[in-house]
DNA sequence: GTTATTATAGACCCATTAAGTCTCTAATTA
DNA sequence: TAATTAGAGACTTAATGGGTCTATAATAAC
């Protein structure tokens, strides 16, 4: 189990945004530059995190990304959910008669690692300049 | 990012070895019955659960799996680890200076769950008979 | 208004993994 | 010795991750 490169990207593509950009949208190019990773690529998980309605795109020249939220809002949580999605790590496949004790025990300590995600924001990793 | 099938049936299987098999091997046929799962796929699981120490076979006929330890000392880590092996879900694939903030705060959150999987055991589930 | 610059969308490709089957071998007991 | 069991591994198929490419749309600079 583990989480895709795109999240990876994506939680240091946010971490650039937030150390950087107060105003200035900033480039797909450019961060993907720093990043080392392709343009393109960048832009499907930037395309999300817009969805996510966690940054805004500014078309145009000059344009690129920015933050939408307050700084403070945002959590790794956030961030992961729009790229991975909100499904669970764990359903059980076996049609039993009841609810699956074993799906309960694993999505409880799925929420111990959600709620930890939550707490901490992105924010805190910005660069301490 | 999701656990496999595989680690639902393994943990379905000891949670079955747990409840009703004492002493008494159960074979693979018989658990792959109950778990609706085909015989010869369920062995690789098993056979994962006998090398990560979990459970011991017996060859021969009347032969088949039971316990190792003692059951309160399997938890659901050891079976999904057992299954999914030990590694990390997140690991940053940027090559910076310094070490990746960003790794520490996902890592400590996995340390969170598993945690939490460490402490609840399977026998916890055991058929209240 | 035209042009350069940017994001958006989606088709497409390749490699890897999950999920599962099949067959052969080895060990043990009846 | 024969029946029953686990163990190992080759093999297949479908899904997913990771990534490229191209065409379109929107905006700002000139």
């Known amino acids: 189990m583990k989480y895709s490169q795109a999240t990876d990207y994506a939680l240091h593509a946010m971490l650039h945004l937030v150390s950087e950009a107060p105003d200035k949208p900033v480039s ?3 961060l ?4 080392g990773v392709s343009p393109t690529y960048l832009s499907k998980m930037l395309t999300k995190l ?3 309605g966690l940054i805004q795109s500014v078309p145009g020249a000059n344009g690129g990304y920015r933050l939408r939220r307050s700084q403070e809002d945002i959590s790794f949580l956030d961030i992961i959910h729009a790229i991975e999605g909100t499904a669970s790590v764990f359903e059980c496949s076996l049609n039993h008669s009841s609810e699956c004790q074993i799906q309960q025990v694993v999505m409880d300590a799925e929420r111990q690692m959600e709620e930890y995600l939550r707490s901490r924001k992105i924010s805190d ?3 301490p300049s």
Chains 1, 2 share one sequence.
Request: charged share 30%; proline share 0%; glycine share 0%.
């Open 28 to 30: 797909v190019h450019l």
């Open 32 to 35: 993907a530059e720093k990043l």
């Open 50 to 52: 817009v969805k996510a």
């Open 125 to 127: 990793l910005a660069r």
